[in-house]
Structures are given as structure tokens and as C-alpha cells.
């Protein structure tokens, strides 16, 4: 918490003092307009009249103008524009009823013109100066406070000297209990080189880290660049990590959405800074006409995906949104935080399973959703290669069923959520998304209406994802397990898989695929170390890091299409549509599913395998021994 001011002054008692400096003002007016003299003396009854109606009006409008409700020891620049206007309409109405008074014969001896500006300028210091002077017997009432609360605190250099840098050492200056002392910025910025902001100086260039943390002794280094890119952000942790510096970021641009900044919330840097690009824009006004005042149904709503999905479209003020999961536990839970982050929207939660055709038909007869998003399936890949039919049913069938009762009930849009693992699979998983995107695309061309799939990596912090599974390892003393030393993945976060979604739903016209441009794959096991080093161990001494082998269904790398095939830009740089050939459409997609479900039913893994790799496009199924459930990629 902040501190409590030493100097806390109530508003009755400005009041009190306003009154006599309203007096004071346009009896100065009078006197500096007219010397102390006889003028002043045959003026005087006038300046009294004056001063009855100031005394009347000028708090009145100060009061209107909310002068009496404002805690002055936090004032800022806004406060001082509110002044200059309350202090101005403050003078103009009592000019006008000074005048309407003379008019009237009020006034027999009239008074000088000029005393109405003079009047003003007066009030203007005044009234300024007085909440002025609170402010800095405030913040010079905390000095002592400061000092005794900085003893033996943590000196920090400041990576970034923009808005959010400036905002951290206001905070670190103001909460001495943080135990932080701001000693230097560095920043690349040639203008602000040698400059100081609030008291403290930019002391050089980003390459120049070290150097500035020594000439200022520095115990911790932050990052508060919430936008930086990837290549910021490995350069100062590994300058930091090369002298043991503890070093901590702020949230990223996504995390900030809705919520105010302060350094209660740095956190340690994890392993999705590391990864940051530059950040996908959105282009509001696609999800807006989408997503505003319609009705929006999101399948597997209870998981990582389906919930950010939730979050960002109820930002879009949609009529009614409707949260459509098996979990009971998972949909009571994204209930409760929309409820709370936006109590106006009409959420309808949905407890049933996208498998039992009926249900679903009659969910979308009732709900008729204008736009569906398409989270629910699947996606585990060593679970899948032992629960082939469970695959075949939820991503298969399930597919099926949603897009069909859509179909049925007249829905606009659909986005179908894919995966990269459906690029020539060799995983059921992999297999089962890619016959999803088909039955998508074939509704599309069907129905001449906009239902799309958008295909992306793997997504950082998602349930079953590796970082939550490193992190459990390193808490258990290791060690950690990678599949292969080569294993490489392109990576991005939640909120960006959930903009890219949300971008392709209004841009989408029918069938599209679309999928991100997501920079270059990272390796895991660099992945592994860094965030060993990052929880302050060292990997192979403290944390021991074990090859495991790859396990069915994966490949050492990944690809976001397949060789050879076209594709074409779209309005949004950093997303690409896809120009597939050669799917199965029309009878002969349907007859490959009813032979799936078929056999799904029946328990042949073996003949699942087979179709899937005679139907689906670069398929190599069931080519590996059983999967080891206890690595991670």
C-alpha cells in the first residue's frame, strides 16, 4: 500500500482559507489598480460589493468544479488546468453580477473596469498556490519518511526511459516500503542520454548495462519495456545472467489489457519474455463488427484457449455470449470471472458434450449464435496415440456435429481453432485437426458463408503446455525432461493465438485457412535452460536436464503448411492464407468420417490408422513404439 501522506489537510479547511483570499484578492485588485490612497477609499464600498459577490459565487463555482473533492496531495497537471478553469468562470460571473449591480444603480460611484482581470490573476495564484503549497508540504513531509524507509534498500538500474520506466520509478520513489531505490535508466534513445527524469539520471545505452550498473552499484536491474522485442529482452538477461544480476520485467502489452501498472506488479521474467516478438497488432474494427452486439457461442470454453476467447470478444460488447464446455468445474469457473470483470453481459453457460449430435443441434436451435468459435477438441499427443477412437470422436465427430447444427440454425461465422501438428501428421491428433479442417472448409464451400480454421503452435501457459511442466520439475529438484536435444517448436502466447483468432473471423469470406507468421522455431532444450537459470539454478549442476526420447506421433520440427503449397498476405501482416488443393469435400468426405466414427465405435485402432493415413494428406501414422507419458517435448 502507499503510504499515508504526513500532511493531510481537510477540504473545509481550504474552504475557510479560500473565503479569505477571495477577500484578500479583490481587495488587492482595488488597491494595486488604485494605490492605497483616496481613490482606494472612494472606491472602497464598491470593492466591498464586489467582495459580498465573490464571496457568494466564487466558492459556489469552485465547489461545481469539484475544487472540494480532490485529495490535493496528489495533485498533478490535470488539477492545476482545473484550477486555471474553475478561477476564470469563478471571475467572469462575478464580473457579470458586478456589472448587472452597476447597471441597476448599485454601484453610484462605479468602479475600474480593470479590477475584474486583476481580480482574477489574483485568485488564480491563490487558489493555486494554496493546493500547490499542500503539495509540497506533503511531498517534503515524506522525505523522512523515504529516507528511514531506503535504508539498506535495493538500488535498480531501469531498462527503458518512455512512459512505463518513468511510471516505475514514480512508484519505487513514492512506496518506500518496496525497499527499491531507482539509481539510473538506460535507454537508446539519443534525445534523453544525459538527461534526468524525476531526479534520476539516463545513464547510457542499452549495451551499456553493465558499465551503468557499476558506476551506480546497482543490486537488480527491470525491464520496463511491456512492448519490447525478443531481441531487447535475451540481450539484458543475458548481459544480466553473465554477472548473476537479478533482473525482473513488467507484463507484457496483453496483460495489461483492462488493468492499471504499478510495481506491485513486476514480476521475475519467465520464459514467455524470452520468446516475445514484435507484438501482433489487432485491428479493432474487424472483431468489432463481428463480435459487437451479436450473439457469440465458444466451444471448450473451460480450457486455455476457449477462456481467453471468453475474456477478449466479451471486450467487444457482444449480446449475449454463451460458454459451451463438458466440464462442469471448467465452465463454472469462466463463469465467475466474466461475471465479475463484466457484470452487464449476458453469459449463458452450456454444460454438454459436442459429440451427441441431438444435444448440440438442440443447444444452437435454442442459442442460435450468430458467430461460433471453435475451441473444444483433443489435443494432447501422446494421450491421443493411446486413445485413438476418444481423437476420432471429439475431433472428428464433434467437429462434425457443431458445424452441421450450425449450418442448420443459420450461424453467420465459424472459426475452427488448428493446430500445426496438422501439417503432413504424424500423430492421430495431428490427423483428426486436419479432417476437422476439412469438414470446415467443405461447409464453407456448401454454404457459401464465412466458416474458417486458423492454424497455429504451440501456445505458451496452456494447460498441458511445457512451461507449467518445467516449472513443476525444477520445484521437484529435476530433472527435467526434453524428448530430443533438436526438438524444435514455434511458440506463442494466449493472447496472441486469441488475437490471430479473432483477426480471422472478420476477415474471413468463406473456407480460408489462415495462419500466423511465428518468427523461427525455438529450440526446447534452450527453452529448458533458460528457465533453470531463471529459477536460480544452474542446468546439468543443480537441475539435471534428460533426454527422453521422441515419442509417437512427434516430429523434431514443425510446419505451418505443407511444402510446395501456396499462400497469399492478407490485410494483416502478420497472418497468411493458406491456398489447400486436393481435400476431400462433399460425399466422399462424409463417407471417410461415418467410416471413422464406425470404426471408432467398433475399437479398430488399426483401421482408424489406415484411413487416416489413406485420407488425410501427408499422413504417416502408427510408425512408432508407445508413447512415454512421463517427457515433455
Known amino acids: 500500500m502507499r503510504p499515508k501522506p504526513i500532511l493531510q489537510i481537510r477540504n473545509r479547511y481550504l474552504l475557510a482559507v479560500d473565503l479569505f483570499l477571495i477577500v484578500t484578492s479583490v481587495l488587492a485588485s482595488f488597491a494595486l489598480r488604485l494605490e492605497l490612497g483616496n481613490a482606494f477609499m472612494y472606491y472602497l464600498p464598491s470593492a466591498w460589493i464586489m467582495a459580498i459577490a465573490a464571496l457568494v459565487i466564487k466558492p459556489t463555482v469552485y465547489y461545481l468544479f469539484g475544487l472540494y473533492r480532490r485529495y490535493w496531495v496528489y495533485a498533478s497537471i490535470r488539477e492545476m488546468r482545473l484550477i486555471l478553469f474553475a478561477t476564470l468562470s469563478a471571475s467572469a460571473s462575478v464580473a457579470i453580477v458586478v456589472l448587472l449591480v452597476y447597471a441597476a444603480g448599485g454601484m453610484p460611484r462605479g468602479f475600474p473596469r480593470s479590477v475584474i482581470g486583476i481580480d482574477w490573476l489574483l485568485s488564480l495564484f491563490s487558489v493555486g498556490g494554496l493546493r500547490i503549497i499542500v503539495r509540497v508540504l506533503s511531498e517534503s513531509g515524506q522525505v523522512s519518511q523515504k529516507s528511514d524507509g531506503l535504508a539498506g534498500a535495493r538500488r535498480v538500474v531501469i531498462v527503458g526511459a518512455g512512459d512505463a520506466g518513468v511510471l516505475v520509478v514514480r512508484e519505487m520513489q513514492r512506496n518506500p516500503q518496496l ?74 502489452m496483453y496483460e495489461l489489457i483492462g488493468g492499471s501498472l504499478s510495481v506491485s506488479r513486476l514480476r521475475n521474467v519467465d520464459i514467455s519474455d524470452l520468446l516475445r516478438r514484435e507484438p501482433v497488432w489487432i485491428d479493432d474494427d474487424s472483431p468489432t463488427r463481428v463480435l459487437r452486439g451479436k450473439r457469440i457461442l465458444v466451444t471448450g470454453a473451460g480450457g486455455s484457449i476457449g477462456l481467453e476467447l471468453c475474456r477478449q470478444i466479451a471486450r467487444w460488447g457482444p449480446a449475449q455470449l454463451a460458454l459451451l464446455g463438458h466440464g462442469e468445474n471448467s465452465i463454472f469457473d469462466a463463469l465467475l470471472e466474466l461475471r465479475e470483470d463484466h457484470p452487464n453481459l449476458p453469459l449463458v453457460p452450456i454444460i454438454a458434450d459436442i459429440r451427441d449430435v441431438d444435444r448440440i443441434h438442440d443447444v444452437l436451435s435454442s442459442f442460435r449464435p450468430e458467430a461460433i468459435f471453435h475451441a473444444a ?150 527453452l529448458a535452460e533458460d528457465l533453470i537459470r531463471l529459477s536460480g539454478f544452474k542446468p546439468g549442476e543443480d537441475i539435471e536436464i534428460v533426454f527422453t526420447g521422441i515419442r509417437p506421433g512427434e516430429k523434431l520440427s514443425e510446419s505451418l503448411w505443407d511444402e510446395g503449397l501456396d499462400y497469399r498476405p492478407t490485410e494483416h501482416a502478420d497472418i497468411v492464407c493458406l491456398e489447400e488443393n486436393g481435400q476431400l469435400v462433399g460425399e466422399a468426405l462424409d463417407a471417410a468420417i461415418d467410416e471413422l466414427v464406425r470404426l471408432a465405435h467398433e475399437g479398430d485402432k488399426e483401421a482408424i490408422l489406415g484411413l487416416l493415413n489413406e485420407r488425410v494428406p501427408g499422413s504417416i501414422l502408427g510408425q512408432a513404439p508407445p508413447p512415454d507419458l512421463t517427457s515433455v517435448l
Do not use: W
Open 179 to 252: 525497499h527499491m531505490l531507482p539509481v539510473g535508466f538506460v535507454d537508446d534513445d539519443k534525445e534523453k542520454i544525459d538527461k534526468e527524469i524525476h531526479g534520476v539520471p539516463v545513464a547510457g545505452r542499452l549495451e551499456e548495462l553493465l558499465s551503468v550498473v557499476d558506476k551506480y552499484y546497482a543490486h537488480e536491474v527491470v525491464i520496463a519495456i511491456p512492448t519490447a522485442p525478443g531481441h531487447v529482452v535475451r540481450l539484458v538477461t543475458h548481459l544480466c545472467r553473465s554477472r548473476d544480476i537479478p533482473f525482473r520485467t513488467m507484463p507484457g
Open 377 to 526: 477438441a483433443h489435443k494432447h499427443v501422446p494421450l491421443m496415440e493411446l486413445n485413438i477412437e476418444e481423437a476420432v470422436t471429439n475431433n472428428v465427430l464433434g467437429t462434425k456435429s457443431v458445424v452441421e447444427a450450425a449450418l442448420a440454425c443459420g450461424t453467420e461465422r465459424l472459426v475452427l481453432i488448428s493446430t500445426d501438428k496438422a501439417v503432413q501428421p504424424k500423430s492421430v491428433m495431428g490427423a483428426t485437426k486436419r479432417m476437422a479442417e476439412m469438414i470446415v472448409r467443405d461447409a464453407a464451400d456448401r454454404s457459401g458463408r464465412p466458416f474458417v480454421s486458423v492454424r497455429f503452435g504451440n501456445v505458451l501457459g496452456s494447460r498441458g503446455s511445457i512451461v507449467p511442466i518445467f516449472k513443476r520439475q525444477i520445484a521437484h529438484g529435476g530433472p527435467v525432461t526434453v524428448t530430443h536435444p533438436e526438438m524444435r517448436r514455434y511458440f506463442m502466447t494466449i493472447p496472441e493465438a486469441v488475437h490471430l483468432v479473432l483477426q480471422a473471423a472478420g476477415m474471413g469470406v468463406g473456407g480460408e485457412l489462415f495462419v500466423l507468421r511465428m518468427g523461427d522455431q525455438v529450440r526446447i532444450l534452450d
